[in-house]
């Protein structure tokens, strides 16, 4: 079972759940707290899958020579609050109580600024393909850490808040299959 502190940091019984501080987080304006779970992919270089990059972009070590894609990344802050790896592995980058830098430009039910009011979860993959079996497990139990927590009512895809800009996590994504394991109720956008 994984359990979310006071302080917005998660442990697990069952599986570590990896803790690697980003720089890229801020506070959340006074008396806001998350009611939106925001669901990303992300893939580094683009489409490969493995590796220790995402970490580095999200604490600000991405060595843009290490790859050419890595230019374009060139002085890029951004974080999320998670990452789950394709086995199911969770790392944590930002407390759920801070404002990770994920959502960019967004606008969610007429509010913008969807940073201040969601937590982030990145899934390591990509719009055309699959995700495992092991994600969909991961982010459910994430999820419902999350919603025993928090006053979470909704959960949106990046391209649902940002659908100018953004298209993830994507059609592979199964929504069904993952609000099919979340318990409670956790409106899908």
């Known amino acids: ?12 019984t069952v599986c570590a759940i990896e803790r690697i501080a980003s720089p890229n987080f801020d506070e959340r304006p006074d ?8 669901v990303h992919n992300i893939s580094l270089p683009p489409g490969e899958f493995g590796g220790r990059f995402i970490d580095a972009l999200f604490t600000n070590r991405l060595e843009r020579s ?3 894609y890595f230019v374009e990344l060139d002085g890029l802050q951004v974080s999320a609050h998670f990452l789950v790896r394709r086995d199911g592995a969770i790392a944590q980058f930002v407390s759920c109580n801070a404002r990770a830098w994920h ?3 967004s606008r969610f039910e007429g509010r913008e600024r969807c940073n201040d009011f969601s937590i982030g979860i990145e899934l390591e993959g990509s719009d055309d393909v ?10 459910s139990s994430l999820a ?16 649902d808040i940002a659908p100018e800009r953004k298209t993830d996590p994507g059609p592979c994504f199964d929504w069904k299959l993952f609000l099919s394991n979340v318990e409670g109720e956790l409106r899908h956008a």
């Open 144 to 159: 419902n850490a999350l919603m025993r927590r928090y006053p979470l009512v909704a959960v949106a895809g990046h391209s």
């Open 130 to 139: 699959a995700f495992e079996t092991a994600q969909y497990a991961s982010l």
């Open 1 to 12: 079972m994984i359990e979310v502190d006071a302080d917005g940091w998660c442990r697990s």
């Open 103 to 105: 959502a960019g430009v």
């Open 66 to 68: 290490a790859h050419p």
């Open 31 to 38: 008396g806001v707290e998350p009611f939106l779970l925001v």
